[in-house]
């Protein structure tokens, strides 16, 4: 069936834009803008995803203020028949400006009280992340592309009575762009009746870490076992648009890393990693969180019945708050969390990203299991 998508000329396959080349369930493409005042005042999340062997398109914002209330709006729709001329899920609308640049994320007035307009505008170059793909008892687990990017916020939005716009100065954001097939939260593995059941490991520990300084910016992500046995590494030193060195790349090797972690929930409160780059040279960074956001309530987990790719129907909106000040909310939530830092490299001080999540046994920070 032909769609808008086949207007482009951009074919690879002998086939229509309608479906994708496998037709596992799991198959997933989202894009996802975050951006945070580096007071730590306030943050913001946004984003969309598209399910075509579900049917299934859906998007969400949410906004959390003074590290004690998030304000969430989700959206989901049938993906076919695809009738309009924007990539819209509800009040949500992704724009592509300029590509690989610049990209916008709307969400018009609803009743739920959050709108904005954010405008995203890259300050380094996107990059693609290392493909992953695993296989575990003969089932591919994981076969998923990325690419990151780094840069400023622009726009406004409303919650609460208050209005924000973010600015170059006090802001600081990101984005990412996947597809494939995907895992875990966020429209990954779900139970499915008479299969095998998933293994659970003993424990896991994934994070992976954005941080951007004046002249460089670093990313690293790793996967250990329980044991703190590395199973994946990934590193690059990146360097900003317009510079002498913006189409290079130095690659990182290794990393170390001591984090210090809240004694509720399993989220760093400090925490330093030293990076070792091919060429021999190594960076320790010191990181002081500033504002975290917890995906799960805006469909990373499941949560109020819902998670992403989950079929709502041919249409499907809500929103509400929650208090992170409460124990029991942040149990459900904080499965996968992104925490905002400042960074401190010699003297150098940048802010960005790190993601975890950090399950079952880790004996090295004290966590027995489950």
């Not at 945070?36 to 049917?55: C, D, H, K, L, W």
């Not at 590193?235 to 972690?261: A, C, I």
């Amino acid at each position: 069936m032909l769609t808008r998508y086949d207007e482009l000329l951009c074919h690879q396959l002998a086939t229509t834009f309608d479906h994708v080349y496998t037709s596992d369930a799991r198959w997933t493409e989202r894009v996802v803008l975050y951006g945070f005042e580096i007071s730590g005042r306030v943050n913001f999340m946004t984003g969309m995803a598209r399910y075509p062997n579900r049917n299934v398109m859906d998007a969400y914002g949410m906004v959390t203020l003074d590290n004690k209330t998030a304000y969430v709006v989700r959206a989901s729709e049938e993906l076919r028949p695809e009738t309009g001329t924007e990539t819209k899920v509800g009040p949500i609308t992704y724009d592509i400006v300029e590509p690989l640049k610049k990209v916008r994320m709307t969400m018009a007035e609803n009743e739920f009280g959050l709108g904005f307009q954010l405008d995203f505008d890259g300050t380094f170059p996107a990059y693609e992340q290392t493909p992953m793909f695993n296989r575990n008892r003969g089932r591919i687990q994981e076969e998923a592309r990325r690419y990151y990017q780094v840069g400023r916020a622009g726009g406004w939005f409303k919650i609460d009575g208050q209005t924000f716009q973010p600015d170059d100065a006090s802001w600081r954001t990101g984005r990412d762009h996947s597809w494939g097939v995907r895992r875990g939260v966020g429209g990954g593995s779900w139970p499915e009746p008479l299969a095998q059941p998933s293994e659970i490991p003993p424990g896991a520990f994934y994070f992976m870490c954005i941080f951007e300084f004046d002249d460089y910016a670093i990313h690293v992500a790793q996967r250990e076992t329980w044991d703190g046995q590395i199973w994946h590494f990934e590193g690059w030193e990146t360097y900003p648009l317009g510079s002498d060195k913006e189409n290079k790349e130095l690659l990182l090797t290794s990393l170390e890393h001591d984090f210090r972690f809240r004694p509720d929930i399993r989220v760093i409160e400090s925490g330093t990693l030293v990076v070792y780059a091919i060429d021999g040279t190594r960076r320790e960074l010191q990181l002081t969180p500033k504002t975290t956001f917890y995906p799960g309530p805006a469909g990373y987990d499941t949560y109020r019945d819902y998670a992403s790719g989950m079929y709502e129907g041919a249409s499907f909106l809500d929103g509400f708050q929650v208090d992170l000040t409460d124990p029991e909310e942040l149990k459900k939530i904080s499965l996968l969390t992104e925490t905002l830092c400042e960074v401190r490299c010699g003297d150098d001080t940048g802010y960005g990203l790190i993601e975890m999540f950090n399950v079952g046994k880790y004996p090295r920070y004290g966590f027995q299991g489950y």
